[in-house]
T-cell receptor, first 114, second 115 residues
């Protein structure tokens, strides 16, 4: 079975600084997607960024980028120029190519310090 | 497009009572997912549908839980004889078609408190 591990329950970063959230996963599949979702205090889950496993190039979305290391099964999220609105729970997620289910990690709570 | 809608947003019930949550997916999304999330944890997969067909149920879903999606539109999640351990947020999500390229969109969730 696939698993997703986020080893940092909480992190803090100064406003305008850069922070990296870690995620590792375990799978025997070769075809899958990886995601980072953001869950603000309002609780609605929002997609931040996604990465296709077959692509070597790391995905970027404005201030958000990932470091995808397929062999190491690592998928970290880098947030540049952190803003107060980035404060939220961040979940790393794996979507199976076999059955379309998404499996989430336990999350990292990100605090932005003004 | 109004997004994924869940009702009620909050429900307080006494132990032993039955509760039902409703999810209206984004129009024409044929995949619909249910997840459960407790405080400090990530969402846990419960079940999902392709149109009206229920594809899989998690082992987390005991016999007291049932989900339906009649006519492939809205879905309901019913919990019978609620227990305090059922207290959680129940998240619904939908996706336009099967396949990884399509983003899953989440609703705001339905909070259940069993007292």
């Amino acid at each position: 079975a696939q698993t997703v591990t986020q080893s940092q329950p909480e992190m803090s970063v100064q406003e305008a600084e850069t922070v990296t959230l870690s995620c590792t996963y375990d799978t025997s599949e070769s075809d899958y997607y990886l995601f980072w979702y953001k869950q603000p205090p309002s609780r609605q889950m929002i997609l931040v960024i996604r990465q296709e496993a077959y692509k070597q190039q790391n995905a970027t979305e404005n201030r958000f980028s990932v470091n995808f290391q397929k062999a190491a099964k690592s998928f970290s999220l880098k947030i540049s120029d952190s803003q107060l609105g980035d404060a939220a729970m961040y979940f790393c997620a794996y979507r199976s190519g076999r059955d379309d289910k998404i499996i989430f990690g336990k999350g990292t709570r990100l605090h932005i310090l003004p | 497009d109004t997004g994924v809608s869940q009702n009620p947003r909050h429900k307080i019930t006494k132990r032993g009572q039955n509760v039902t949550f409703r999810c209206d997916p984004i129009s024409e999304h044929n995949r619909l997912y249910w997840y459960r999330q407790t405080l400090g944890q990530g969402p846990e997969f419960l079940t999902y549908f392709q149109n009206e067909a229920q594809l899989e149920k998690s082992r987390l879903l005991s016999d007291r839980f049932s989900a339906e999606r009649p006519k492939g539109s809205f879905s309901t999640l019913e919990i019978q004889r609620t227990e305090q351990g059922d207290s959680a947020m129940y998240l619904c999500a939908s996706s336009p078609v099967a396949g990884m390229r399509n983003t899953i969109y989440f609703g705001e969730g339905s909070w259940l408190t069993v007292v």
